[in-house]
């Protein structure tokens, strides 16, 4: 899953089965690339790229009806030079499989402020705290308090989305001071958090679709949760695999060039 503000936007290469879905209040574009048009892109897995303000405005340059065909062409080559990967640094947070560990994860997902240590779960669970310290290394890659802290980060995520203060979100999640979250945050993401959901920021999330899209495959599909700023935009919704395919061409195959990128609101 990949949590995304206004200042980033995922590529999804064609035929890949996946679903979207937003926190708050969102105003989600999806520009669709047929992949003749951009043979210089070989990206095969999901790709985060960065949303520059010239990305941003090309994206709503092309989402008019009424340009003329070379004044989308120009627009069009334009916009498949900004598209620009960046790091990015996982929040995940792996299950562990143990029923005396999962109970301790279970239970700091439903209150990720609760503070307390590996030993006073292991009372409640059954277990020694050296026990439960081996099986989250074991089974999610990670020490307990590492665990925590990615878990409390991905807690946090939708809170500063809605703009709340550094301060309410850092009680929520369960540090003691709004600097002892922003440095914790900083460490793991790479950014403030304001840097990664600047308040007032234009509340837009992005996607690109690279072209066609095949038959729905089975199996669990990647799932790109948009998470912009709530100040601007109209309620989103749960989708499902939408379809990749130009809309505006015979078998979703561009005709001409204007027709290479089919921006889309939703």
């Known amino acids: 899953m990949w949590l995304l503000p206004p200042s980033l936007a995922l590529w999804i290469p064609a035929g890949l089965p996946h679903a979207t879905e937003s926190e708050g209040d969102a105003v989600m574009r999806s520009a669709y690339v047929a992949p003749a048009c951009c043979p210089h892109i070989d990206w095969r897995e999901p790709t985060v790229l960065a949303v520059t303000p010239l990305l941003r405005a090309l994206i709503d340059h092309l989402v008019r009806t009424d340009l003329a065909a070379d004044a989308r062409n120009r627009a069009e080559a334009v916009l498949l030079d900004e598209l620009h990967p960046v790091p990015v640094t996982s929040v995940s947070v792996p299950a562990p499989r143990d029923a005396r560990a ?11 402020a609760d503070g307390r240590t590996l030993a006073a779960w292991g009372t409640e669970v059954g277990a020694s705290a050296r026990t439960l310290a081996r099986l989250f290394v074991a089974e999610t890659g990670l020490a307990f308090g590492q665990w925590r802290e990615r878990l409390r980060m991905q807690a946090a995520m939708p809170y500063l989305a809605a703009g709340l203060p550094i301060e309410a979100v850092a009680d929520r999640i369960g540090y003691a001071t ?14 403030t958090p304001r840097q990664y959901f600047p308040v007032g920021s234009w509340g837009r999330s992005g996607s690109f679709r690279g072209g066609a899209a095949g038959s729905a495959r089975s199996g669990a599909a990647p799932r790109a949760k948009t998470m912009p700023s709530a100040v601007h935009g109209r309620s989103g919704a749960r989708g499902g695999a939408p379809d990749a395919r130009c809309r505006r061409c015979p078998g979703g195959l561009p005709t001409r060039r204007r027709h290479c990128v089919a921006p889309r609101s939703r």
């Open 102 to 112: 999962r109970a301790v994860a279970e239970r700091l997902s439903a209150n990720p």
């Open 178 to 191: 709004a600097s002892s979250f922003t440095a914790a945050f900083h460490r793991l993401v790479g950014v």
